[in-house]
């Protein structure tokens, strides 16, 4: 039986903070945001409008590798379309459990020699962190459970405006 982890009145608070203290931290610059589909779609587009600086906003779709879950590797399936070269770059998550996924990307994104690169995820399990990866904004802490709603999980569970401990599959 899933419950709600976060309503939608949480979420939408913990976006604006989050929008303002990422606002503050770019204050004269433009900023590339860069969400990672699927999982980080609805945030990543509250994120963006709930911005008081400039931004653009980008995805970036990727495939697991079959049998690579160690190493984070991925395969780009959709990728930015605009050069990111000297922009400032704030990669946009739903959910860092191992953060191997995350850091694979963010290495990617660093060989395009952005004048700066963070990351921001909608939520964090740091029990499950297997890598030593920076989160410099995260909106919830997650335990054991599997988070979905709000953009994550399956394709029911994606359009849910408040987030679930879902049920394993």
């Not at 779709?61 to 050069?83: C, I, N, Q």
């Not at 395009?112 to 939520?123: E, I, M, Q």
Request: with cysteine; proline share 5%; net charge neutral.
């Amino acid at each position: 039986m899933s419950h709600i982890l976060h309503s939608a009145a949480v979420i939408r608070e913990r976006v604006t903070e989050l929008a303002r203290r990422i606002s503050g931290d770019y204050a004269g610059r433009q900023l590339d945001v860069v969400c990672l589909l699927n999982g980080a779609s609805v945030f990543g587009a509250d994120l963006v409008r709930a911005l008081e600086v400039p931004a653009r906003l980008h995805q970036l779709g990727f495939t697991a590798y079959p049998g690579a879950p160690k190493s984070g590797e991925v395969r780009v399936t959709l990728d930015v379309a605009e050069p990111l070269q000297d922009r400032h770059v704030l990669l946009v998550e739903g959910v860092v459990v191992s953060g191997r996924t995350p850091l694979y990307l963010m290495e990617l994104l660093r060989m395009r020699k952005p004048a700066s690169l963070a990351l921001c995820a909608l939520g964090v399990k740091p029990r499950a962190r297997a890598v030593d990866l920076p989160v410099a904004y995260a909106g919830f802490e997650f335990g054991d459970e599997i988070a979905a709603g709000y953009g994550m999980g399956n394709l029911a569970q994606r359009s849910l405006p408040h987030i679930i401990a879902a049920e394993a599959h």
